[in-house]
């Protein structure tokens, strides 16, 4: 079966530290791999995207690499904030028609301790 | 609007009441989506409208649900005989029709109807 695959356990770190999230899929071949942020109460917001024949991805503090070997997506956030904290979701997009549906994980949870 | 609207924003309905859930996307934007999402899960798609057309209603669990955007803006989803099952946060997104060569998909989302079934 397909599955999207997200640390269902929060992740606690400290202020300053470096937050590495992982998302792993089995089963897809994605265009694209998305990460979108949702805090309590609201949708979900976009954060970055990544191509399948792109390996890294920047933004300020935020990077997110894409191994489709390894059918995996790792999400850092560099130099953590208190306001870092909220939930992280990974998405997929399987093809390159727009306005394909998103296939999202469950999510993980970031709590970045002051 | 800057961004999706949604309402209401909380409805609680009893078991067997029809509901109807608003969605206004952002100005111009031609692709509308519908979600489902349940307490401490990912967003799981419902259904996809480009434009009035609906394109895609795959994620549609029952033929309790309905949805429409019969001018191509605002979207309506509707869930008849509401069961206690159907309690979850519905999420609306929308995105725009990229010109250049390579479609991103980029979905903007509302802050969504929390759906309680009693």
């Not at chain 1, 939930?87 to 306005?99: F, I």
């Not at chain 2, 996809?48 to 033929?63: C, H, M, R, T, V």
């Amino acid at each position: 079966s397909q599955k999207i695959e997200q640390n269902s356990e929060a992740l606690n770190i400290q202020e300053g530290k470096t937050a590495t999230l992982t998302c792993n899929y089995t089963n897809y071949s994605p265009a694209y791999l998305q990460w979108y942020r949702q805090d309590p109460g609201r949708g979900p917001v976009f954060l970055l995207l990544i191509r399948e024949n792109e390996k890294e991805k920047r933004k300020e503090r935020l990077k997110v690499t894409f191994d489709t070997t390894l059918k995996q997506s790792l999400f850092h956030i560099t130099a953590s904030q208190p306001a870092d904290s909220a939930t992280y979701l990974c998405a997929l997009d399987m093809t390159n028609n727009a306005g394909n549906m998103l296939t999202f994980g469950g999510g993980t949870r970031l709590m970045v301790k002051p | 609007g800057a961004g999706v609207s949604q309402s209401p924003r909380y409805k609680v309905a009893k078991r067997g009441q029809d509901v109807a859930l608003r969605c206004d996307p952002i100005s111009g934007h031609v692709s509308l989506f519908w979600y489902q999402q349940a307490l401490g899960q990912g967003p799981e798609f419902l259904t996809y409208f480009q434009n009035e057309a609906q394109l895609d209603k795959s994620g549609l669990p029952s033929d309790r649900f309905f949805a429409e955007r019969p001018e191509g803006s605002v979207s309506t989803l509707k869930i008849q005989r509401t069961q206690q099952e159907d309690s979850a946060v519905y999420l609306c997104a929308s995105s725009r029709l990229e010109i250049d060569s390579r479609p991103k998909n980029i979905q903007y989302f509302g802050a969504g109807t929390r759906l309680s079934v009693l």
